[in-house]
């Protein structure tokens, strides 16, 4: 095995250099360094924060030559807490590591969950069935209950990171590194950020006829416990306030769907599906 020592340059949006191998701005190219599989094209999700000058990064979403949506979360606070579900309260599920991403299988329609364990090693940890759809080709894929946006990490003008991968693979992928950081995409989202009592929610959705109107959404939102510290009335639809990110294949779009509720969470992060 070689040793390397790899940056990401985003001087655009971000200030200063970081060594941080779990953000998830390293952690896709991570995978392809240490597994050798190719993470097709990343798009980094942003969104400003209030407190200072600096993007935050929401989340790496990558679309794979296998044809699956791979999201990776941009907060070093990603145990999951529990399954949820508008209908019932749920009983918590946690894993015995941390998510590292969530994938969407655009065949099928289906997702799981990989989790980084103790010892560094990934495996899928949790198989979700068919995800629903709740209009004319839309797949609600995920949730994420956020306490702050401050929870997300910062965005560097260059992010380093370390890795190893083998001597006889090395030059392919490190071919597939480079080539992979010159076409990566960075979109920006005009999140608002939560106040007191109040949290951020931030619903994922992939769009199979984005050129469909969507008037209202389904809405994908904790109803209480254990996602939130007490149940809140929640409509069943909302008004469709969604940042749209074209997929490089052209089957359609990943929607997003960020908005400000009342309500206090049980815990800083937490994924519903």
Known sequence: MIPLNLYINLEKYGVGEFNDSDSAIARPYRRLVE???DPGSISYLLIPSIASSQ???????CETPGQRLLFFPGCHVRRLNSVFSRKSASTGKTLQGIVDHI???VKNRKSHITEVLSNGKRRVALELPRRREVGRK??????????SVDLFDSVPGRLWFSSKCPVSDSDRR?????????SSRVSTLPVASPANDT??????????DPGQVRATICTFLPNGPPELQTVIEIPATMTAQLHGLSLQTGVGMVKIHAIVCDGVPAHDVVFGF
């Open 55 to 61: 993007y935050k990064i929401l989340g790496a979403l």
């Open 35 to 37: 597994d050798g599989v």
């Open 138 to 147: 839309l797949n609600a894929w995920f949730g994420m209950t956020v306490r």
């Open 103 to 105: 994938t969407f299988e």
């Open 174 to 182: 490190l071919d597939l590194f480079r080539k992979a950081g010159k």
């Open 199 to 208: 949290f951020l929610q931030v619903n994922f959705f992939v769009d199979f």
